[in-house]
Nanobody
Framework: QVQLVESGGGSVQAGGALRLSCVAS??????????MAWFREASGKEREVVAT????????VVVDSVKGRFTVSQDKDKSTMYLQMNSLKPDDTGLYYC??????????????????WGQGTQVTVST
């Protein structure tokens, strides 16, 4: 069973920065082939992928809307996935979730492909 717990959200002004953390149960990192992701859900909008990365740290990808501002990374020793968010914009406001697939699954941008989810952490960016 994989358990995920997010933290690091908060309220910032536009141009500010936050670092989100997703602490996972240690078995999440037993192999390097588990795809993990950050999603966000703004009020009234569908949940959308923000970044994906494998449990071993390979193939980090961020979507075009955050490219150059957000970075996804892994620290296996701490069983933690991070999302560093710089130059935040009001459009980045939303509930941010970390998610994980089963071992051996390729990374996907579809929320329905992810089996395990955290409870979410709120990010609010004001003008």
């Amino acid at each position: 069973q994989v358990q995920l717990v997010e933290s690091g959200g908060g309220s910032v002004q536009a141009g500010g920065a936050l670092r989100l953390s997703c602490v996972a149960s240690p078995n999440t990192y037993k192999y390097n082939t588990r795809c993990m992701a950050w999603f966000r859900e703004a009020s009234g909008k569908e949940r959308e992928v923000v970044a994906t990365i494998y449990s071993g740290g390979d193939a980090p990808v961020v979507v075009d809307s955050v490219k150059g501002r957000f970075t996804v990374s892994q620290d296996k020793d701490k069983s933690t996935m991070y999302l560093q968010m710089n130059s935040l914009k009001p459009d980045d406001t939303g509930l941010y979730y970390c998610a994980a697939r089963e071992f051996g699954s390729t990374c996907s941008r579809k929320s329905r492909d992810y089996t395990y989810w955290g409870q979410g952490t709120q990010v609010t960016v004001s003008t």
